[in-house]
């Protein structure tokens, strides 16, 4: 399920940049999806630094990467890592990014599940606050 409402990541983008330029673009977003959504490998977030970046080179508008990453932690976490891309270390809530230059060398498995991570995670805090109040699950 994607939201088409104000609460997309790809609306927030285009609201926080026409913000930031106090300028209204007057476009019309449509996304389309190849990864599952809330499967937690961020494809809303790259959605949104996709959204910055394309805007920015529609309009040619000319901010450069930092600015971008600037307006891009204000709209969640993960958008200023996709802005650069690449293999980084985040540090803080995302505003801090630095690059790593070695090459690693491993073979990735990727796993995503059926249930969204926000649902996993939300399953596991009740079973947790059971747990804890529940003589069931001792």
């Not at 999806?33 to 961020?42: A, D, F, L, N, T």
């Not at 901010?63 to 307006?71: G, H, M, Q, T, Y």
């Not at 690059?99 to 939300?122: G, Q, T």
Request: charged share 15%.
């Amino acid at each position: 399920w994607i939201p088409i409402d104000n609460s997309n990541i790809c609306y927030k983008a285009y609201s926080a940049l026409c913000h930031e330029l106090n300028q209204d673009f007057g476009v019309k977003i449509s996304l389309e999806k190849r990864i599952p959504v809330g499967s937690g490998i961020g494809g809303g977030s790259a959605n949104a630094a996709a959204t910055l970046i394309g805007l920015n080179l529609l309009y040619n508008l000319g901010l450069n990467d930092k600015k971008l990453e600037s307006i891009a932690v204000n709209i969640g976490a993960d958008v200023p890592f996709f802005i650069r891309g690449g293999t980084q270390i985040g540090q803080e809530t995302g505003g801090k990014l630095s690059p790593i230059n070695k090459k690693f060398e491993a073979a990735i498995l990727l796993v995503i599940p059926r249930l969204s991570i926000i649902f996993c995670i939300s399953v596991i805090r009740i079973m947790h606050v059971y747990h804890k109040n529940d003589s069931i699950f001792r």
